[in-house]
């Protein structure tokens, strides 16, 4: 009749959303008494972050796994996950300093994410390899480096270009790479050699700038390998890694300044 809706008055779901960057992605449904819950990427990253701090102040506690399983159950309710967050929350996972049990099992949730074929996912769980990272640096940002800025700037300057390659992940190398151009650079500059400590902080601040950091809006796709020349990788690659500034292309002798990170610096 005119006027009257038929209503069901059970069973009526409302989509429960979850917000990965700009894309809202929707999990199972939810009873309509249940309040919708918005999560972005940065709050299951900040999340990993509490968790990793909960197994060190309660080591042994039965809370713990509890919380593990509560987190690994928000997960799986998100139906699509795009490449890029699955790559932000492995490579994050990865470098959690917890037991191997604990681990394991955030590992095993977030690589069974359903995702669609993506070469970035794959990209990640084998590893990024760059031949020679001082290939790719521009000149401007060879003198930005040599200046006298603070090692953060640096290091933050080195993720910054690893990003623009399409780099999501770290090979101990690269982080080795990263480091001894920064040792090198210090002693080009007079500058007084850090100790042993102060270098094995420089490999976990340069980690944790790659993963903390947004990647830009535009870069170059991501490779398995970059080789020591980077126009081997294309025109194309090349004007979206480089926007305004070629790379120099510039050989630099590194193997003495990544010894003393190998031995002292490495992180594991």
């Known amino acids: 009749m005119p006027g009257k809706h038929n209503t069901p008055s059970m069973h009526i779901c409302q989509s429960h959303y979850i917000i990965l960057g700009a894309a809202a992605l929707c999990t199972e449904s939810r009873p309509a008494s249940a309040m919708t819950q918005f999560y972005s990427l940065q709050d299951f990253q900040s999340e990993l972050t509490h968790l990793e701090k909960l197994v060190t102040m309660l080591p042994d506690s039965p809370v713990v796994a509890s919380m593990i399983t509560t987190f690994s159950h928000k997960l799986q309710g998100v139906k699509t996950w795009s490449s890029e967050a699955i790559v932000a929350l492995l490579t994050q996972a990865q470098a959690l300093n917890i037991p191997e049990e604990h681990k394991g099992k955030i590992l095993h949730t977030i690589q069974n994410l359903q995702a669609?074929?993506?070469s970035h996912l794959k990209?990640?769980?084998?590893?990024?390899?760059?031949?020679?990272?001082p290939s790719y640096f521009t000149q401007s940002e060879w003198t930005k480096l040599a200046n006298h800025v603070?090692?953060?700037?640096?290091?933050r300057l080195i993720s910054q270009r690893l990003h623009m390659m399409g780099m999501s992940s770290l090979k101990e190398n690269t982080k080795c790479q990263a480091i001894a151009i920064i040792l090198m650079l210090n002693n080009h500059g007079n500058k007084p050699a850090p100790t042993p400590h102060a270098i094995h902080a420089m490999v976990e601040d340069f980690q944790n700038i790659f993963h903390g950091e947004p990647r830009p809006s535009s870069h170059g796709a991501g490779?398995?390998?970059?080789?020591?020349?980077?126009?081997?990788?294309?025109?194309?690659?090349?004007?979206?890694?480089?926007?305004?500034?070629?790379?120099?292309?510039?050989?630099?002798?590194?193997?003495?300044?990544?010894?003393?990170?190998?031995?002292?610096?490495?992180?594991?």
């Open 116 to 118: 669609g074929a993506n």
């Open 123 to 133: 990209l990640c769980n084998s590893g990024q390899v760059v031949d020679h990272l």
């Open 150 to 155: 603070s090692t953060d700037d640096k290091l």
């Open 223 to 268: 490779h398995a390998r970059y080789p020591s020349n980077p126009m081997e990788l294309g025109k194309e690659w090349l004007s979206k890694a480089y926007p305004s500034e070629q790379p120099l292309c510039q050989e630099v002798a590194l193997a003495a300044w990544m010894k003393k990170v190998h031995g002292y610096g490495h992180s594991s």
